[in-house]
């Protein structure tokens, strides 16, 4: 199982790719390639698959966001239907396209790495937009 790791090393890169070659499940959570921090962006989950598909030659089973069933998980944990859900998220490829994609509305946040210009290339759509968070607060 693959997902953002700081601590990552070559011994860990080593061994996740001895496994897979070897028939192990190679499951990741998420296809975000890189991560905003205060200092830039660095790697992500979907980087590090990325690096270990190239050696391997195997693609990983992505679960998290955008796949269906991260729908699939919170129905059955919530028992809340699709229209009952929103989503809410920085980011048009994962947060807002699991909404898109599965028919619950989503709120689209500006504060990472999506900017306007984005939303108008994209096909993906969010139903709402708000520059922070804190304007949930307000829309509530």
Do not use: Q, W
């Not at 001895?18 to 499940?25: E, P, Q, V």
């Not at 590090?48 to 190239?54: F, G, K, V």
């Not at 069933?69 to 920085?90: F, L, Q, R, Y």
């Not at 689209?108 to 993906?124: A, H, M, Y």
């Amino acid at each position: 199982m693959v997902s953002f790791d700081l601590t990552l090393t070559y011994e860990k890169i080593k061994k996740a790719c001895n496994y897979i070659r070897n028939g192990a499940l190679f499951l990741a959570m998420h296809i975000d390639l890189n991560c905003p921090t205060e200092y830039g962006s660095i790697p992500d989950c979907g980087a590090i698959c990325a690096m270990l598909t190239a050696s391997t030659r195997a693609p990983p089973k992505y679960l998290g966001k955008p796949f269906k069933e991260t729908i699939e998980m919170i129905k059955k944990m919530s028992g809340c239907s699709p229209d009952e859900m929103v989503v809410i998220g920085d980011r048009l490829c994962t947060d807002i396209a699991l909404g898109y994609k599965n028919g619950i509305t989503s709120i689209l946040v500006l504060t990472g790495e999506t900017k306007p210009e984005d939303i108008e290339n994209s096909e993906v759509k969010p139903d709402i937009i708000l520059p922070t968070p804190g304007c949930l607060v307000e829309m509530l």
